[in-house]
């Protein structure tokens, strides 16, 4: 498999189709436009705090989105257009609604206790990272019912797992073995730099991340050796990096430098920065590729520019910060919020240079806008969120000089 031929196509299914039966009508869309893999991002139960990243049930699909029977469905025909499929699996923590928490919560003599990380107070890891400050003061969140804390890296809601117990990392084979059997083709590891935590550090891109993931390739290749493992990262671009190992852990790593140079390229005309990571996108491990994308269904993150450079495209493409995120270091929004057509045609062109694997997120090869709300949503990346916009679609499919049409051939160039 060449890993550079991949064009990922990046989903929420209700966002894009409505559920899997709506997904599988779609097919023909993805096919047309020229799609070999399609990235759904969670589709599992889940109370919807964090977009789904909270799950509640790792074995089943989200009522709204319909059941296993229609999951299977859609795989079928999505393996008749050899569309390859990833999922997202959410490693660092559960929702607190996840029946092992639920367990894990109920007594300090629960079988499921040591699945999670819990403390008498908040002494321990105070260096360990806080991604989101504005919604907790401390990584510990009071549990009642034993009077203790529990760890949270993210929402309160998300409760971390504890990785050094051996347990966590049998359920989570036993996971992905019951998806490998309902036809999928790989797994984005989302938020795997935070999987471990140690004493006097941030717990980011600990070293025993790393062995847990060579560990989880060695058991998914018994079953599959085709099946591709796509890193979510946090950190700089060595962090990132390490998670090809020797060729031995990650098959394709999310390169996120990519989108903030060629954003700095067209806002503010500095090319110095992708051209450099043009010349170095090639030099991976062999069996191994970066992931480039223009947009995801995060925050557009500018951390891989200079500060002063930082600051200044965020002022100039959100000036008002009403789609600050990431404590100022990016924004929410879509390329058709930020880039006239011209340009998205031109950064399509930049992208599709590159010897790497190349997502789309859906919606960016229409240049969609981001979603009006009436109100400031709590999370700002619900702006790049919105429903897929089909009539535009129509529209450009029709018109040879389109985004879409454009982008359609440079995908066919790509094959």
Request: proline share 4%; aromatic share 12%.
């Amino acid at each position: 498999m060449d890993l550079n031929k991949l064009i990922i196509y990046e989903l929420y299914v209700d966002k894009f189709a409505g559920d899997f039966k709506g997904l599988t009508r779609k097919l023909s869309y993805l096919s047309d436009l020229g799609v070999n893999t399609l990235l759904i991002l969670p589709h599992y139960p889940s109370p919807m705090i964090d977009g789904g990243y909270d799950v509640s049930n790792y074995k089943a699909v989200r009522f709204e989105l319909g059941d296993l029977e229609e999951f299977e469905e859609c795989m079928v025909e999505c393996e008749k257009r050899n569309i390859r499929v990833i999922v997202d699996l959410v490693l660092n923590h559960t929702s607190i609604r996840h029946p092992w928490f639920i367990d894990a919560k109920s007594s300090r003599q629960s079988q499921k206790r040591d699945w999670y990380l819990w403390g008498s107070d908040r002494s321990r890891l105070k260096e360990s990272r806080n991604v989101f400050p504005r919604l907790k003061p401390s990584n510990w969140i009071y549990s009642e019912p034993t009077d203790s804390y529990y760890y949270a890296t993210f929402y309160p809601q998300q409760a971390d797992l504890n990785w050094d117990n051996p347990q966590v990392f049998e359920a989570f084979v036993d996971i992905i073995k019951f998806w490998l059997r309902r036809g999928v083709s790989g797994f984005r590891l989302d938020a795997v730099s935070h999987m471990i935590k140690r004493e006097h550090s941030e717990s980011v891109n600990e070293p025993e991340v790393h062995n847990i993931i060579k560990r989880l390739r060695l058991c998914l290749e018994e079953h599959n050796p085709e099946v591709i493992l796509l890193a979510e990262t946090s950190g700089t671009h060595k962090d990132a990096y390490s998670y090809f190992g020797n060729g031995d852990e990650c098959h394709l790593v999310f390169n996120f430098g990519i989108a903030a140079a060629l954003f700095s390229k067209y806002i503010m005309g500095e090319s110095e920065m992708f051209a450099a990571y043009k010349a170095d996108v090639v030099h991976v491990p062999e069996g191994c590729a970066w992931a480039v994308h223009l947009r995801n269904h995060d925050a557009l993150s500018f951390n891989p520019l200079p500060i002063d450079d930082r600051t200044k495209i965020i002022s100039m493409i959100d000036p008002h910060h009403d789609f600050e995120f990431m404590r100022g270091n990016g924004v929410s929004m879509r390329m058709g919020s930020i880039l006239d057509s011209e340009q998205i045609i031109k950064m399509y062109a930049d992208l599709f240079s590159l010897e790497a694997a190349k997502i789309i997120y859906y919606g960016s090869e229409i240049g969609m806008k981001n979603e009006v709300f009436y109100k400031h949503p709590r999370d700002t990346r619900e702006y790049v969120r919105g429903d897929f916009d089909w009539e535009l679609a129509q529209s450009q499919n029709e018109d040879p000089h389109s985004i879409l049409s454009l982008v359609k051939a440079r995908i066919s160039q790509n094959k």
